[in-house]
């Protein structure tokens, strides 16, 4: 069971430079999500997705792109990495468009942006 | 909007002590779910417990048990007789259930740490 895979584990951008967070899951999950988790600040939402072709904003967007093709990928793009974005990244999915199923999480990307 | 304060930023306690960890959530909505997640050192999320709005029953897991009060909006965590393993950062979130697909809005977390 691979679950939620996120790739790659780490990275290190210099500002400006653009990359991709690849997500993807095997579960068939309708619902998937971009969080970042910064100290002191919790997990906070970048963007989500209740299935192939619609996404949405969450509460911290600017700067990354997503995109859904398919149900089981949910790729995150950064256009333009800045300092600010230095974080750890979390792809999460769930059942039931998140409501009440709990999220599965990937193992996170740590991102570093000189 | 909803919204989730977890006021403990950190907490330290003796292993086989007793440690509460609070949560106190807004919502507008009527239904809604509240969930616990744990973040151990490693790193990665693990889900605890899911409790809708509709369920005020107190549950009990092991040594870990839940105490959720909807007339003080609380849905606090408690573990009895902590064990090293227990120390982790810990979430509390909530999710709306309106129409729409509302995320889950995580709380900033309470790291604790259990000492041998």
């Known amino acids: 069971n691979a679950g939620v895979t996120q790739t790659p584990k780490f990275q290190v951008l210099k500002t400006g430079q653009s990359m991709t967070l690849q997500c993807a899951q095997d579960?068939?999950?309708?619902?998937m999500s971009w969080y970042r988790q910064d100290p002191g600040m919790g997990l906070r939402l970048i963007h989500y997705?209740?299935?192939?072709?619609?996404?949405d904003q969450g509460e911290v967007p600017n700067g990354y792109n997503v995109s859904r093709s398919t149900t089981e990928d949910f790729p995150l793009r950064l256009l333009s990495a800045a300092p600010s974005q230095t974080s750890v990244y979390f792809c999460?999915?769930?059942?039931?468009?998140?409501?009440?199923?709990?999220?599965?999480f990937g193992n996170g990307t740590r991102l570093t942006v000189t | 909007a909803q919204k989730v304060t977890q006021a403990q930023t950190e907490i330290s306690v003796v292993e086989k002590e007793d440690v509460t960890l609070d949560c106190v959530y807004e919502?507008?909505?009527?239904?809604?779910?509240l969930f616990w997640y744990k973040q151990p050192p490693s790193g990665e999320l693990v889900f605890l417990i899911r409790?809708?709005?509709?369920?005020?029953q107190n549950e009990i897991s092991g040594r870990y048990s839940w105490n959720f009060q909807k007339s003080t909006s609380s849905f606090n965590f408690t573990i009895t007789a902590s064990q090293v393993v227990d120390s982790a950062v810990y979430f509390c979130?909530?999710?709306?259930?309106?129409?729409?697909?509302?995320?889950?809005?995580f709380g900033k977390g309470t790291r604790l740490s259990v000492i041998a």
């Open positions: 999460a999915s769930s059942t039931l468009q998140g409501i009440s199923s709990p999220l599965h």
């Open positions: 579960m068939n999950h309708e619902y």
């Open positions: 997705s209740v299935g192939a072709g619609i996404t």
């Open positions: 919502t507008r909505d009527t239904t809604y779910y």
């Open positions: 409790r809708n709005s509709f369920d005020e």
């Open positions: 979130a909530l999710s709306e259930a309106k129409s729409g697909n509302t995320p889950l809005v």
